[in-house]
């Protein structure tokens, strides 16, 4: 990963000062939504949400559930690979563009890359079959390379 990528310190935040350190620049959630590939959000709101003139979104049950599972998924992907993972509790900004955000779920130890963890319904598993994932998800890992440097990143 670069070596001079800024770092904001998140892990003693509230929900609120996350939200608000987020609207400072695009992350990758952002990434499909700007160009158009994502059915959550578009680049008019992505616009709004960052001059903070939309009210903050309520958190859903299907979010909740995959920030809490965060953690499983990461360790699941440990024990099918090998490999160790690391949590960062930290926004990366590039140092360049600080404008270019990232949240990122896991570092991958020993290794020039990261991990998304994603988790889905039941009811979309022939959606992913064959290993197959939403554009959206491969905007996010690519804005997510170009923030950190990284050579890889795991979905």
Known sequence: ?????????????????WLEERRKGIGGSDAGAILGLSKWSTPTTIYYDKLGELPDKEESEALRIGRDLEAYVGSRFEEATGKKIRKCNYILKD?????????????????????ECKTASAYKAKTYKGGEFPETYYSQTVHYMSVTGAKRWYL
């Open 1 to 17: 990963m670069k070596k001079d990528l800024i770092k904001v310190n998140v892990s003693g935040m509230t929900r609120e000062e």
């Open 95 to 115: 140092a360049e563009y600080p404008f270019l955000c990232a949240n990122i779920d896991r570092d991958v130890v020993g290794e020039d890359a990261g991990l």
